[in-house]
């Protein structure tokens, strides 16, 4: 903490060694963007193999790594490092901190990713491929029958949970302990208490998921028989410990999101948000209930009657806090000056989009009906529903909120406007054709599929084309805005925008809040 | 105890570092006993108990009759002939009763087989008890050898009178490797 007012040091060991929560959380975001991008190129590799039926550009076996490394890439190296890049720009600035709690620690935590990341794509070129067992990796797929470089998959797993869990400790140790005076719990911005919330879930499960590839590891290497049910073990206590992971990990990826519409939504109506302590209690709520819900993606393994009402009830119970959310987000919108700038209008598409998403969850949700819906196309549409016009929507929309705040120039809203429109448009080709095949029974990672499917299959591809090139005009707004943009007219960018974020200077400088704001300030912003 | 922390940070970041780590063992130390012990009780997937039972009653209940089922069949590749004398039995609740499963090695090496049992429907697996079992152990068998493996099985006399018919289903795996790794790490 010596010398107060130095800029950025030159060069790579900026980078390297830095531990500025802006810089960290930069190359967090720009990071996550390039795995977004990786990941969307396995997904157009498996759009195109399914543009028409027949096996037609690659192999089934590569295929299977496509759909594999395209979710896991997604989940674990594009949607919950983007929410932590997020995180580590924005909640110092949100609470009126200096920095985070633990600024070297948030170094390693980023910089052990790219590494992690690097072993897991490497695993392409190995012999026997890459992990072909889904991202689920269930045994004995992923133990008995997996390729060799099973072992380089769980020690990238082990890699970027240790991130995520360094990462969330840091960001609970930010909120409880460095806090502006005046900054009370209840007077937190909405992301920053579903962050806070999100971090305690990642501390409770990523341990999990880490003891379900230790498990793995010992099955294939060291004899043991976890899975294996000829040494006593069982494949389906897999399925058990993936899921008490699984489940509170979809709400590790959707909560932070929550927090970025719940912040969007009040800055374009003009209006506080609506029913902000029950937002607050809807979140915590939908945390609990995700640990006492994992069976329901399990429904049709054989458990008993019991567990299957049990957990058919406890996830449709899920609805009635995230019902209060929406509504709330309709509410806060309801008889507000409503502008419809690029973010808002990202945030409108999430709120449409993870509605629809959230609805097929309840259709999912109910144990009978589930045996037909288990493992089809329409478990694929719900879920890209609500990860997709959910997390990535929502993520889309942070940037352009914040972005002009970070780098002192406007992106260009015409060309904001026009991403918005092919996303959504391509989006919805995309997926929504995706309900119908899994209703008529078309099952989910497969490379081939009956000739009555071809249509809206070849539809999909289409849309899953167009979206995946918005994504080149989002890329290309975003470097131009930071090169040669616009300078930012109005120093709080957002004249309907509240919260400390906003009343730094515009771009926001390289330390800010070294003096904690005034709780005057805390009290007119919080 | 001092309720002010000198560093609150630091306490904060020792809770959590604990908590990740309780997670990680309560995978191992719950999570994996308690679904065995689950499974056992309530007889889910069907698996019945490892090890051989104790006949408390010598009461048999011969006003019903239940039908029991017998499957036997090989995991993927193991090449074993393996089946059951007889495929079906008509047994009292409460009496004992005795049957031979057969196997054979037709390969000319040395092998090891392990049979997992599962009964359906999965209610009637607490009601099923084994007084000795060719599963209760691995099966060696040398190159081109054959066996008889005897099982003896009584049902409870409480077992549900809505359930008629029990099928018992051995799935035979080839265990050769793991027992020479584990011999080997010795």
């Known amino acids: 903490?010596?010398?107060?007012?130095?800029?950025?040091?030159?060069?790579?060991?900026?980078?390297?060694?830095?531990?500025?929560?802006?810089?960290?959380?930069?190359?967090?975001?720009?990071?996550?963007?390039?795995?977004?991008?990786?990941?969307?190129?396995?997904?157009?590799?498996?759009?195109?193999?399914?543009?028409?039926?027949?096996?037609?550009?690659?192999?089934?076996?590569?295929?299977?790594?496509?759909?594999?490394?395209?979710?896991?890439?997604?989940?674990?190296?594009?949607?919950?490092?983007?929410?932590?890049?997020?995180?580590?720009?924005?909640?110092?600035?949100?609470?009126?901190?200096?920095?985070?709690?633990?600024?070297?620690?948030?170094?390693?935590?980023?910089?052990?990713?790219?590494?992690?990341?690097?072993?897991?794509?490497?695993?392409?070129?190995?012999?026997?491929?890459?992990?072909?067992?889904?991202?689920?990796?269930?045994?004995?797929?992923?133990?008995?029958?997996?390729?060799?470089?099973?072992?380089?998959?769980?020690?990238?797993?082990?890699?970027?949970?240790?991130?995520?869990?360094?990462?969330?400790?840091?960001?609970?140790?930010?909120?409880?302990?460095?806090?502006?005076?005046?900054?009370?719990?209840?007077?937190?911005?909405?992301?920053?208490?579903?962050?806070?919330?999100?971090?305690?879930?990642?501390?409770?499960?990523?341990?999990?998921?880490?003891?379900?590839?230790?498990?793995?590891?010992?099955?294939?290497?060291?004899?043991?028989?976890?899975?294996?049910?000829?040494?006593?073990?069982?494949?389906?206590?897999?399925?058990?410990?993936?899921?008490?992971?699984?489940?509170?990990?979809?709400?590790?990826?959707?909560?932070?999101?929550?927090?970025?519409?719940?912040?969007?939504?009040?800055?374009?109506?003009?209006?506080?948000?609506?029913?902000?302590?029950?937002?607050?209690?809807?979140?915590?709520?939908?945390?609990?209930?995700?640990?006492?819900?994992?069976?329901?993606?399990?429904?049709?393994?054989?458990?008993?009657?019991?567990?299957?009402?049990?957990?058919?009830?406890?996830?449709?119970?899920?609805?009635?806090?995230?019902?209060?959310?929406?509504?709330?987000?309709?509410?806060?919108?309801?008889?507000?000056a409503l502008s419809f700038e690029t973010p808002m209008m990202f945030s409108l598409g999430f709120l449409v989009l993870f509605t629809i998403g959230g609805f097929t969850g309840l259709m999912l949700s109910i144990a009978p009906a589930d045996f037909q819906y288990h493992d089809t196309y329409f478990v694929v549409a719900h879920f890209h529903y609500v990860m997709v016009a959910g997390a990535v929507f929502s993520m889309t929309a942070a940037v352009y909120y914040w972005l002009p705040k970070w780098c002192g120039r406007m992106y260009n809203e015409t060309m904001g406007q026009v991403h918005f429109w092919i996303s959504f448009i391509g989006f919805n080709i995309t997926f929504f054709p995706q309900h119908f095949v899994g209703l008529a029974g078309m099952p989910r990672r497969i490379p081939d599929y009956a000739l009555q499917f071809a249509d809206f299959n070849m539809m999909s591809s289409i849309g899953a084309f167009i979206y995946g090139a918005s994504q080149i005009l989002f890329l290309y707004n975003v470097v131009a805005t930071i090169v040669a943009g616009e300078k930012v007219s109005d120093e709080k960018v957002w004249d309907g925008a509240e919260g400390l974020e906003w009343t730094v200077p515009t771009p926001a400088p390289y330390h800010t809040f070294e003096v904690p704001p005034s709780p005057e300030l805390v009290q007119a912003h919080g | 105890m001092l309720r002010v922390s000198a560093n609150p940070t630091l306490d904060t970041v020792i809770k959590l570092v604990a908590v990740a780590v309780a997670m990680f063992a309560f995978v191992f130390v719950v999570m994996v006993p308690l679904y065995n012990v689950l499974c056992d009780v309530l007889g889910i997937n069907g698996k019945t108990d490892g090890t051989a039972y104790t006949a408390v009653s010598t009461a048999v209940d011969e006003s019903r009759t239940i039908t029991v089922q017998f499957i036997a069949q090989n995991n993927e590749d193991m090449p074993w002939r393996f089946k059951p004398e007889v495929t079906m039995m008509k047994v009292h609740p409460g009496a004992a009763n005795d049957t031979v499963f057969f196997a054979a090695n037709p390969t000319p090496n040395d092998m090891v087989a392990q049979a997992i049992p599962s009964i359906s429907p999965a209610r009637a697996a607490e009601y099923f008890h084994k007084t000795e079992c060719f599963c209760f152990n691995q099966q060696p068998l040398d190159g081109n050898a054959d066996a008889a493996m005897p099982l003896q099985f009584i049902i409870d006399q409480d077992l549900p009178r809505d359930i008629q018919t029990i099928t018992l289903s051995y799935t035979l795996f080839d265990v050769t490797e793991m027992v020479r790794d584990a011999v080997a790490s010795r």
């Open chain 1, 1 to 336: 903490m010596g010398d107060h007012h130095h800029g950025p040091a030159k060069g790579l060991s900026r980078w390297l060694f830095t531990t500025n929560h802006k810089d960290i959380g930069t190359m967090y975001l720009w990071f996550s963007f390039a795995m977004f991008i990786l990941g969307g190129t396995f997904a157009m590799i498996i759009r195109a193999e399914l543009f028409q039926p027949g096996m037609q550009l690659v192999e089934p076996g590569f295929f299977n790594q496509m759909t594999t490394l395209h979710g896991l890439v997604m989940v674990f190296g594009a949607i919950m490092p983007s929410f932590v890049g997020l995180a580590n720009w924005m909640i110092p600035m949100m609470i009126g901190a200096p920095d985070m709690a633990l600024p070297r620690m948030n170094n390693w935590s980023f910089w052990i990713l790219p590494p992690g990341f690097l072993m897991l794509a490497s695993t392409l070129f190995m012999e026997g491929g890459a992990p072909a067992f889904g991202w689920t990796f269930y045994a004995p797929l992923s133990t008995t029958y997996a390729a060799p470089s099973v072992t380089f998959f769980i020690f990238a797993i082990h890699v970027l949970g240790v991130s995520s869990i360094m990462g969330s400790i840091n960001i609970i140790a930010t909120v409880m302990n460095m806090r502006a005076p005046g900054m009370t719990y209840m007077k937190m911005p909405l992301f920053v208490w579903t962050w806070l919330i999100t971090a305690f879930l990642l501390v409770a499960v990523m341990p999990v998921l880490a003891g379900a590839v230790t498990m793995m590891l010992m099955d294939i290497h060291f004899g043991t028989s976890f899975f294996s049910a000829a040494g006593g073990g069982d494949p389906v206590l897999f399925q058990h410990v993936f899921w008490f992971f699984g489940h509170p990990e979809v709400y590790i990826i959707i909560l932070p999101a929550f927090g970025v519409v719940s912040q969007i939504i009040p800055a374009f109506s003009r209006k506080p948000l609506f029913g902000y302590a029950s937002m607050v209690y809807a979140t915590a709520s939908i945390a609990f209930l995700s640990f006492i819900v994992w069976a329901h993606h399990m429904y049709t393994v054989g458990m008993p009657v019991a567990g299957e009402l049990f957990f058919m009830y406890a996830t449709m119970l899920i609805a009635v806090p995230t019902g209060v959310k929406v509504f709330n987000w309709v509410t806060t919108m309801w008889r507000g």
